[in-house]
């Protein structure tokens, strides 16, 4: 029960991490040229985009993509200069593969088009408002270096406030696509394509079939993005096991100690058993479905008293007051998890190492003659 | 760029210059001074290479003495009023499209200059080859090759300075910069003759740094008036820095 309990707990917890910083922003796939990812270059650009969206609309697995490009920059607020990271998306995809239209805290979402005194929109991160003393409706002067060596400059007008001072693109600044690829003389170009897939398990299956279609260019899955946070996450989870693990062998020793006893009790028994004509097999069978039937008993017991509790956790989970910030990513709320791996596993392994453990009194019963069992007390 | 502005004025002075009378100090002592007291107008194409990506710049620029510096694109269309401004040591660029004027502090000294081969430093340094270098001449029929070695007290970059010059026409053919292990960083070659003004100067000048393949900046000049008289120290002002034109 526990074991159901904690184990779905922790993929829960991790499965809703995992799920806020794809949704952030990172995507279950993404696709650059070469190593754009490890190493961005501006001139590192994905040209052929016709061919790399058709094979992304017609692969089933792929449920939503968007194209982006992105530069650090220089930003001027009416007196005051901070560092920008700027991020060109596309207004109408990119809300299709993140929760950016969740993210604006003030303003609006923007479009494509210019406003009315000619002006490209902008959205911008949080901390950039708040270190350069900027609100909706206000210019940004944003400097960066284009693809063609030119010094890119221009001025912008702020539609949104993006996030919060904690979140990743607090230092960012969104423009719409098409305007930062002119921005910074990219043309066509765009640096990434970031896909959701339909089903987030097996990203990694997409990702290298994608691979395989997209051959000029790198495809890889967030597992591969986010290498750090993908191993902190499988070194928590391991040593979640090797806990879960300890625990259970506790429990079983004690189990042993149980089936153990109820044989030894019944030795006379057995005994009597033996005496009028069962054979040794016949009692390792006995005590082997003994012990099975009791496990399944209790598991399926354990099943109905954890179901509520794991189905509870899932869809409501424990608010935990304040944000816990792990990996860079926030979560505020405890969630589990209700999956096959979750709810099989800890039941089939309890139900194996029951009958594995039911075996040596089984033998034990079974070499014991009838003498000597019917003579102890 | 600091490069064809001595290219300019070196030769306003070679043109009178006798070719016979070779002292390495005073050919290069005579260009500097040269070029500290004329002034120049000039019009040029910079056509900037990369693996990447070329780029062509059409540019004015207009110099007075050593210290005066201004530089404007004409073109594309999406530049078109970048300017910057030399004065001293000191540098501004200034945007016109967002109407600013930025300081290049200190520490963007070596960054690119509008993406070319030169550094920002390459319009601002003020090294007196003279007073920096020791001179070595060898001769052969056709050239001097100058060979500059700094002094003790020169704080400059390089280890060795090449200069190729050709002795009819006398004009500048090469210059070849190396670094303190010996290695070859950069070369500045000067081609293609023309006459502005009334003087004779290599009309293209190409700069390829030896440690990054494919990478080059090229200046041909398109026009270029000596010592006019619109020139002055106003030129220079933060005023016509941001002046409409």
Redesign the interface.
């Known amino acids: 029960m526990l074991f159901v309990l904690s184990l779905s707990m922790v993929e829960g917890s991790w499965s809703n991490i995992v799920d806020i910083f794809t949704l952030d922003h990172t995507g279950h796939v993404q696709i650059h040229n070469g190593d754009y990812a490890k190493r961005p270059k501006i ?1 590192k650009t994905i040209r052929d985009r016709l061919a790399v969206e058709s094979i992304l609309n017609d692969r089933p697995e792929v449920a939503s993509w968007a194209p982006r490009v992105f530069s650090p920059g220089l930003a ?1 607020g009416a007196a005051k200069t901070a560092p920008a990271q700027i991020f060109g998306i596309d207004p109408e995809l990119e809300p299709t593969v993140t929760r950016i239209l969740q993210k604006i805290s003030a303003g609006s979402f923007f479009t494509a088009s210019p406003n009315s005194d000619g002006y490209s929109k902008a959205m911008i991160g949080a901390g950039l408002a708040r270190s350069l003393n900027l609100a909706v409706g206000d210019e940004i ?1 944003l ?1 960066a ?7 890119a ?3 912008f007008i702020i539609t949104g406030i993006v996030g919060n001072v904690t979140s990743f693109d607090r230092q960012g600044i969104y423009l719409p696509l098409t305007v930062a690829q002119e921005f910074l ?1 990219l043309g066509s170009d765009v640096h990434e394509y970031t896909l959701l897939a339909k089903n987030k398990h097996s990203n990694e299956a997409l990702s290298a079939r994608l691979q395989m279609q997209i051959p000029s260019l790198k495809v890889s899955p967030w597992q591969e993005i986010q290498a750090t946070f993908y191993k902190t996450m499988q070194s928590d989870k391991e040593g979640n096991m090797f806990f879960m693990g300890l625990v259970v062998f506790i429990v079983f020793v004690g189990v042993l100690n149980t089936v153990l006893m109820s044989v030894l009790e019944r030795t006379r028994e057995f005994g009597v058993l033996k005496s009028i004509g069962s054979r040794p097999g016949d009692l390792v069978k006995l005590i082997f479905l003994e012990t099975v039937m009791l496990a399944s008993l209790s598991v399926f017991a354990g099943f109905l008293l954890i179901f509520p509790a794991i189905y509870w956790f899932t869809e409501v989970g424990i608010n935990m007051g304040m944000a816990v910030e792990v990996g860079g990513v926030e979560f505020d709320t405890m969630k589990g998890e209700i999956s096959a791996y979750v709810m099989l596993m800890p039941m089939a392994f309890i139900l194996c190492t029951a009958a594995l453990i039911s075996i040596p009194p089984g033998l034990r019963a079974a070499r014991i003659t009838p003498r000597v069992a019917m003579g102890s007390h | 760029m600091r490069y064809f502005l001595i290219v300019v004025l070196f030769f306003s002075y070679n043109a009178s210059a006798n070719a016979a009378d070779a002292d390495p100090r005073k050919i290069i002592d005579d260009m500097e001074q040269l070029y500290r007291g004329a002034s120049s107008d000039v019009k040029m194409t910079m056509v900037v290479q990369t693996p990447q990506y070329q780029r062509t710049m059409q540019l004015t620029g207009q110099s007075l003495g050593r210290e005066y510096g201004f530089f404007r694109i004409l073109s594309p269309r999406k530049d078109r009023g970048i300017a910057t401004l030399k004065r001293d040591s000191e540098m501004w660029n200034y945007f016109p499209k967002i109407n600013k004027v930025i300081k290049v502090p200190p520490s963007m000294m070596m960054g690119s200059w509008m993406g070319s081969d030169f550094t920002n430093d390459d319009l601002v340094k003020e090294t007196q080859l003279i007073d920096a270098y020791d001179i070595v001449m060898t001769e052969t029929v056709s050239e001097y090759l100058f060979t500059l070695f700094p002094t003790q007290q020169a704080v400059t970059v390089w280890g060795k300075i090449e200069y190729l010059v050709s002795k009819l026409p006398l004009l500048p053919k090469s210059q070849t910069f190396f670094d303190e292990d010996g290695d070859r960083i950069r070369e500045i070659t000067f081609s293609e003759p023309k006459v502005f003004d009334g003087r004779m100067i290599p009309s293209v000048l190409e700069v390829r740094p030896m440690n990054k393949d494919g990478y080059s900046t090229r200046i041909i000049y398109d026009d270029i008036i000596f010592d006019s008289a619109s020139i002055t120290a106003q030129t220079f002002s933060m005023r016509n820095l941001k002046a409409r034109f």
């Open positions: 001139h001027y002067v400097i270096s284009g693809a063609d060596g030119s010094i400059n221009d001025i003389s």
